[in-house]
């Protein structure tokens, strides 16, 4: 039972241009939503996050929407840049920001120079 | 710099062999800390979250016999994995958390059994 998806693997964007990552969850208990960055033969950095009781939080080129009645999150970078090419994880927890995270499956993005 | 260290990072070991995949906090007193697992193309499944001093709390599904985990130390995780069969090759990685600092990751250790 999934309860965090990611249903894009995988996303090209060409420098410049937007990227947006797409993630849906299931479990209405969720109430603290983050994003993190994956290198290969890294562990994951954190990104940004935010609380259900928010619609948005925006960190420089980086924004997250939350959508609750759709149980939908995204993440837009603006302007997108070859550097972020990466793996990007959604994840979810219960009770705030305890550390005990319901990962996505990641998407891949490609950012083209 | 990382604050949480992984070690071995990459690990090759034969079937029935125990392997040992430690977890350190660097810089900061880590009072909880995650262990996680990850197949290829899927997502990181929480295996167990230990607390320094206390046993380990497993997921569901996740054999505490074969996973050992121990948190002797505020700075120190360590996972076990016993009798090890090819099914257990994976992606392992740890998080760390405390002292008011947020959750960090290690870099994780591919452990293939033979």
């Known amino acids: 039972d999934q309860q965090v998806k990611q249903n894009s693997p995988s996303l090209s964007v060409q420098e410049g241009r937007i990227s947006i990552l797409n993630c849906d969850y299931t479990?209405?208990?969720?109430?603290?939503f983050l994003w993190y960055k994956k290198y290969p033969a890294e562990g994951p950095t954190f990104l940004i996050s935010?609380?259900?009781?928010?619609d948005k939080n925006e960190d420089g080129r980086f924004t997250v929407f939350l959508n609750k009645s759709a149980k939908h999150l995204s993440l837009h970078i603006v302007p997108s840049q070859p550097g972020d090419s990466a793996v990007y994880f959604c994840?979810?927890?219960?009770?705030?920001?305890?550390?005990?995270?319901?990962f996505g499956q990641g998407t891949t993005l490609q950012v083209k120079p | 710099g990382a604050v949480v260290s992984q070690h071995p990072s990459r690990v090759i070991c034969k079937s029935g062999t125990s392997v040992k995949i430690e977890c350190r906090s660097l810089?900061?007193?880590?009072?909880?800390m995650f262990w996680y697992r990850q197949f290829p193309k899927q997502s990181l499944m929480l295996m167990a979250t230990?607390?320094?001093?206390?046993?380990?709390?497993?997921e569901q599904g996740v054999e505490k016999d074969k996973f050992l985990i121990n948190h002797a130390s505020l700075t120190l995780s360590t996972l076990t994995v016993t009798s090890a069969h090819p099914e257990d090759s994976s992606f392992y990685i740890c998080?760390?958390?405390?002292?008011?600092?947020?959750?960090?990751f290690g870099n994780g250790t591919r452990l293939t059994v033979t």
């Open positions: 998080s760390a958390k405390g002292g008011g600092r947020p959750l960090h």
């Open positions: 479990n209405s208990m969720f109430d603290y």
């Open positions: 935010i609380s259900s009781i928010k």
């Open positions: 994840a979810a927890s219960v009770s705030g920001n305890t550390g005990k995270l319901i």
């Open positions: 810089d900061f007193q880590a009072t909880t």
């Open positions: 230990s607390n320094e001093g206390s046993k380990a709390t497993y």
